[in-house]
């Protein structure tokens, strides 16, 4: 008499390398998808905080700004609107608000 696996063994043995936890999906993956296809929705745009070049003026300006955004003080270009993200001058400095 032969001995065979039974069929349930055979079902739960092969372990699939895109097997991910659904309910603790990994950081980075969760950054690729859409927006409203994550486990928890959230926007893709923020506020930062862009310091001046020429006088170290700090303005608070928007990710995905469609206006040129220009210092109060010196009316230099901060940043300018490209079809997503709004692309900082070179030389800006910028960091992310917070909550």
């Known amino acids: 008499m032969v ?3 039974s069929y349930s063994s055979l079902w739960l043995s092969p372990v699939l390398q895109n097997d991910i936890d659904l309910l603790n ?3 980075e993956l969760e950054k ?3 927006k409203l296809k994550r486990l ?3 926007p893709n745009s923020f506020f930062m905080d862009v310091k001046c070049q020429g006088c170290f003026n700090i303005t608070t300006v928007f990710s995905h700004s469609q206006t040129v ?3 109060g003080n ?5 940043c300018q609107p490209t079809g997503g993200r709004a692309r900082l001058t070179e030389g800006c400095s910028f960091r992310k608000k917070g909550d």
């Open 25 to 27: 999906p990994p950081a």
């Open 3 to 5: 001995n065979l696996p």
């Open 74 to 78: 010196c009316q230099t270009v901060l």
């Open 69 to 71: 955004v220009v210092c």
């Open 32 to 34: 690729k998808k859409h």
């Open 40 to 42: 928890v929705q959230s």
